[in-house]
């Protein structure tokens, strides 16, 4: 048993252990969200718990584009007056949710869940790749707009997606200049962001 094992009280070290497991969030910050926790009233603490214990049961992936969603087909999949015929391609929820509030998009989307990165074993067969080559099988998409983000293993993952989509009859775009290289698109500014969606290049 370690010094603070005995100083600090189970519960209080449960939550800090676990806060810790989130990314971004070390020893001492989980500290301090810890004891804000328990310093306010307990319905808070109550309320922060069931919203915890409700995220898996009431939140599930879309079958169609694989987003986090509350219904299955998602309300991006379900609504109709958006364009079935363009998909974009990004590597997580974040993604979606960063190019929805650019504002001007108005397609489909396709979540990777992932990139590309052989020195963390992952590989095509690890990210939702065959999931979106079924998708366009359908025959209902007439543009794959790749979104991924212009670090390595997102160039790396755009550029395995082209050479292996690009014996289809589709429509294979990219996001336009504009995103610095090296930024996660999730930070680029919104204006940015919709000026490189509005000016998609063609990519072959
Ligand atoms: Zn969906």
Known sequence: ?????????????????????????????????????????????????NALAEL?????????????????????????????????????????????????????YHILHGVLSPMDGIGPAEIKVKELEARINSGTIKEVFIATSSTVPGEATASFLLDRLQHRAIRITRLACGIPMGMDIKYADKHTLARAIESRSESR
């Open 1 to 49: 048993m370690n010094m603070t094992s005995q100083v600090i009280p189970q519960a209080l070290e449960r939550l800090i252990q676990d806060l810790c497991k989130l990314p971004g969030i070390g020893q001492k910050t989980a500290s301090r969200l810890a004891l804000n926790i328990l310093r306010r009233p307990a319905g808070e603490a109550r309320e922060l718990a």
């Open 56 to 108: 898996h049961s009431s939140i599930q992936l879309c079958s169609c584009c694989f987003t986090f969603s509350q219904n299955d087909p998602c309300a991006i999949c379900a609504d109709h007056k958006r364009d079935q015929a363009l998909v974009c391609v990004v590597e997580q929820p974040g993604d979606l949710l960063a190019i929805e509030n650019a504002g001007n998009y108005r397609g489909h």
